[in-house]
Structures are given as structure tokens and as C-alpha cells.
């Protein structure tokens, strides 16, 4: 029997190509020079896309695979996915969440303690001699016992205040509801008001049409000059030119960001300021949780093809 013949929109580590080679015929997009004619020719056999969360699937993309049965995403975020279009021709999608959630909360919890406490700063200040030049490194801000504010309570946002806790931090969230499993932190319904009783404010809830900007202008405001901003979720969750006129006046303290709008090629704003500490959208770069990831990406495959439940549909 032929081998399901899959549409790979991005490279993956060779711990997951060579399992997907042997499982599937794999057409490698990211490779081909002319993108337009490569989808015309394969487009049509295709039955599946393998994509990664930030480059998704459009609109023309599936429309170019008119047998295509299922969008697998590596990772959890599928906003780059044209969702509108899978469901007008009844086509499945799947992520990989829970296997990130607790490296992504863990990323967060250390972005905020680095840029808190000055540690990169603080590094170059021992290599460079200005230690033994100028003496004590200028002081910087705790983190335990000051208040927290968790934009979006879902998996990564639960896993991000319960390591808060250990800091003695007072806790609060938003959320469109009031969580259950959340009775010991406060609920805040606007996230403006969240922002205003917050030192630091996570932001972790998913992103969709709905929560685009959900931080902007008020938002930042209100967190303020003293305030750090943490950003593991998407981009497209700030307002990037209201985050980085308020770095550059200080009506905002600082911000903590692992995500970017056109990463990566960031806007080069960022990269004058010294009150950002910036990473490659790496929150789920360990080497457990992408072979976790992986394997979660050909498991739904393979469960689709042998006419099983999906592990984790998102459609």
C-alpha cells in the first residue's frame, strides 16, 4: 500500500524527519525555490499538512490541496491556520498542547526573574572588569511578595501562577470567566484593571481575531513605569507600537517578550532599548518537549490514516 502523501511546511529536528519519512510520503515545501508551482504539482495528491504553529497553513496553501484531510500543527498555537477555510470543507485540525505547557510557564517565571533582577546586565558587568572598575552593580527589584497579574488562565497561564506561588506572590487573573480550579487567586475581569494592580503581567492566553491587541495602549498605561510586561503567548496578543513607544518614554518599565510580529525579523526598535530582554521564540525549546511535540504531530497523523480518534483535535 502507498504511504499518505503529507504536505511538510517547515523543517523539523531529524529526530521527527526521519520517523515522518518512513512513515509518509513527504513533499518538503520549505524547500522548494519556486513555492507557487511546487503546491500546483503536488497540491493535489496531498491528504495532510505538517506545519509549525507560527508558519500555519493559509488560505491558498489548502486550497492548493484539494484531497487534503487534516492540519497537524507542531505546537500549540494554530491561529496561523485558516481556520474559516478547514471548515468550509471539513477539514481536521490537531496541535500539541500540554506536552509545552510546563517549559513555556517555565520560560516565563525565568524571563521575568532575569530581567528583574538585572542578571544580563549583571553578567557583562563581571566579564567586562566593572566589577573590579566601579564596584557593586546597581540595584534592581524583587520579584517575591509583589503582585501578579495572569492574562489568559488557560494550560501555560495555570502553570505560570503556581510557580508564582512559590515566590509569595499575590495573584490575580483574567479570563472570560471566573476559573474553578483557580478559588485562591483573584479573578480581574478587565484586563486593564488587571494591569493596574500588577507589578508583572503575564501574558498567556490564546491568540484568535477576539484577542488581538487585547494589550494596547490602555492596558500598558495602566501597568506603568514601575511595571514589567511578560509576553509566552503571540505577538499579535500586543500592540507592538504602543508596547514600544511606552518602553522608550518609560511610561512602561520593561518588558520580557519571546514572541515578535514578522519574527524573525523584529522590529529594530526593540533592539535600542535597554529595558527589554528579547528571546528567539524558544519557550518550548527543550529537547523533551520537542520530541514530545513531534511525536504528538505523527501520532495524530497516523491516527487519522488508520482511522482512529485524533489525540488532539482542535477541529
Given at each position: 500500500m502507498s504511504k499518505p502523501q503529507i504536505l511538510q511546511v517547515g523543517p523539523y529536528p531529524e529526530w521527527d524527519e526521519v520517523p515522518l519519512n518512513a512513515a509518509f510520503s513527504v513533499h518538503r515545501y520549505f524547500e522548494a525555490a519556486d513555492k507557487p508551482d511546487f503546491l500546483a504539482a503536488v497540491g493535489p495528491n496531498v491528504r495532510a499538512i505538517a506545519t509549525r504553529g507560527e508558519l500555519g497553513a493559509s488560505r491558498a496553501m489548502i486550497e492548493a490541496c484539494p484531497s487534503l484531510e487534516l492540519i497537524s500543527v507542531y505546537g500549540v498555537g494554530f491561529d496561523a491556520v485558516?481556520?474559516?477555510?478547514?471548515?468550509?470543507?471539513?477539514?481536521?485540525?490537531?496541535?500539541?498542547?500540554?506536552?509545552?505547557?510546563?517549559?513555556?510557564?517555565?520560560?516565563?517565571?525565568?524571563?521575568?526573574?532575569?530581567?528583574?533582577?538585572?542578571?544580563?546586565?549583571?553578567?557583562?558587568?563581571?566579564?567586562?572588569?566593572?566589577?573590579?572598575?566601579?564596584?557593586?552593580?546597581?540595584?534592581?527589584?524583587?520579584?517575591?511578595?509583589?503582585?501578579?497579574?495572569?492574562?489568559?488562565?488557560?494550560?501555560?497561564?495555570?502553570?505560570?501562577?503556581?510557580?508564582?506561588?512559590?515566590?509569595?506572590?499575590?495573584?490575580?487573573?483574567?479570563?472570560?470567566?471566573?476559573?474553578?480550579?483557580?478559588?485562591?487567586?483573584?479573578?480581574?475581569?478587565?484586563p486593564v484593571a488587571l494591569a493596574a494592580r500588577s507589578d508583572f503581567l503575564f501574558v498567556t492566553l490564546a491568540a484568535s481575531a477576539a484577542t488581538r491587541h487585547i494589550v494596547g495602549r490602555e492596558v500598558i498605561a495602566a501597568l506603568g513605569g514601575k511595571g514589567m510586561l511578560i509576553n509566552i503567548s503571540r505577538a499579535s496578543n500586543i500592540d507592538e507600537e504602543a508596547l514600544l513607544d511606552a518602553l522608550e518614554c518609560g511610561a512602561l518599565g520593561s518588558a520580557a517578550l519571546d514572541v515578535f510580529e514578522g519574527e524573525p525579523k523584529l522590529n529594530p526598535r526593540f533592539l535600542a532599548l535597554d529595558n527589554v530582554l528579547l528571546q528567539p521564540h524558544h519557550a518550548s525549546g527543550t529537547i523533551e518537549t520537542r520530541k514530545a511535540m513531534g511525536q504528538l504531530v505523527r501520532d495524530n497523523l497516523m491516527a487519522h490514516f488508520s482511522g482512529q480518534p485524533l489525540l488532539t483535535p482542535v477541529l
Open positions: 485558516d481556520l474559516a477555510a478547514c471548515r468550509e470543507r471539513g477539514i481536521r485540525v490537531t496541535n500539541t498542547p500540554d506536552v509545552l505547557t510546563s517549559d513555556v510557564a517555565d520560560l516565563g517565571v525565568a524571563m521575568m526573574l532575569c530581567l528583574s533582577r538585572g542578571m544580563i546586565g549583571a553578567e557583562s558587568w563581571v566579564k567586562d572588569g566593572s566589577w573590579a572598575a566601579k564596584g557593586l552593580y546597581p540595584l534592581k527589584r524583587r520579584v517575591w511578595g509583589r503582585c501578579a497579574g495572569v492574562l489568559g488562565l488557560g494550560r501555560i497561564g495555570y502553570e505560570v501562577a503556581k510557580r508564582l506561588q512559590g515566590f509569595d506572590m499575590q495573584i490575580a487573573y483574567s479570563d472570560v470567566a471566573p476559573k474553578d480550579f483557580a478559588a485562591d487567586w483573584e479573578f480581574v475581569a478587565d
